[in-house]
């Protein structure tokens, strides 16, 4: 009897360590980040900064996969549909906290089939124009816009994106009127503002910082609390007449929820070291990034909060897309 209840716990101890073992090891390989956009914008700077760090503390490859178009809804599909339990998502403001509400239907539920990883960063918003315009800050422009009412144009890099929102929501509280033009990503958009066939666009800081900086293009204010050090000299959306004012895109891991709890601490404890790591947090500061990584509970609290800001914003500016 002693024999065989040693057999048995040794047995019982085997398996456990086995099973125990099988969770350790993954990734077993390469992890494949999806980003919902073209190249070009603040999504491929901290996807690929992110991805170069997490791949060494994982033991595996990770690589970054862009996949644009339907406002990042094709993506967020691919993403749900891979079977290769190594497939996850850069996910963003828009496909996170805009899209469940101006979409009539999604075939995917963010909150139900997607587990929250980690915050990785925010990114300020900045409101720019080409040079052509006259426009020198903000007032200038809102009063431009309020002379003549869609006659100028802003570009973005699609339908539901970061930009859009942000001009939908500088258009809401100030009051004006202008045609949206949305591009299959910042970098096509960043083409034809810098070739001066679009007026203005909003654009996260770490695309357009050198544009700014090399005078190809003009920022007018920025969406942050407060002055970036990088733009000392150009005030706020708050500081120009519109008090409580905040515009910031945020972008964060996300993983289809096939994924277990174990996988996904693995993942978020490797994104907290990745975007604090040094070279990644020396391309943040050059580009305005604040890098975050913070827990799926943390994030998971984050998305809610987001989505009910959204949601007002949305119907008060009727944005709905088919």
Not at 52 to 81: D, F, H, R, W
Not at 104 to 112: I, M
Not at 273 to 299: C, H, L, Y
Request: net charge positive; glycine share 10%.
């Amino acid at each position: 009897m002693e024999r065989r209840s040693f057999l048995a716990a040794a047995l019982i101890s085997a398996t456990a360590g086995s099973r125990a073992y099988a969770q350790g090891a993954w990734p077993t390989k390469p992890v494949r980040l999806i980003v919902p956009f073209a190249p070009g914008g603040s999504s491929e700077i901290i996807a690929r900064s992110t991805a170069a760090e997490m791949g060494g503390l994982l033991g595996q490859t990770m690589y970054v996969e862009n996949k644009p178009g339907g406002s990042g809804n094709i993506a967020m599909q691919e993403c749900l549909n891979a079977s290769d339990g190594h497939t996850i998502i850069l996910g963003h403001i828009g496909t996170l906290a805009v899209n469940p509400f101006i979409f009539a239907k999604l075939p995917f539920d963010v909150n139900r089939d997607f587990k929250p990883v980690s915050l990785l960063a925010k990114v300020p918003s900045l409101y720019v124009v080409n040079p052509n315009v006259p426009a020198k800050n903000l007032k200038e422009f809102v009063a431009m816009a309020k002379a003549a009412p869609g006659k100028l144009n802003y570009g973005s890099a699609g339908n539901g994106s970061a930009g859009h929102l942000a001009m939908e929501f500088l258009k809401s509280e100030a009051g004006i009127f202008m045609l949206h033009v949305p591009y299959r990503g910042t970098g096509p958009q960043m083409t034809d503002l810098l070739a001066g066939r679009l007026e203005a666009a909003s654009v996260g800081a770490a695309a357009v910082l050198p544009f700014i900086k090399a005078g190809k293009l003009r920022c007018i204010a920025t969406g942050s609390k407060e002055r970036l050090p990088q733009l000392p000299d150009v005030a706020t959306v708050a500081e120009q007449g519109y008090p409580g004012f905040e515009m910031t895109q945020w972008y964060g891991l996300m993983a289809p929820s096939s994924f277990s709890e174990e996988q996904i601490s693995k993942l978020a404890l490797a994104a907290g070291k990745a975007v604090k790591a040094p070279a990644a947090s020396t391309r943040f500061n050059d580009e305005a990034v604040f890098a975050m990584g913070d827990s799926p509970a943390q994030f998971k609290t984050f998305i809610a909060a987001e989505q009910a800001r959204w949601k007002k914003v949305v119907r008060q500016a009727n944005i709905r897309l088919d």
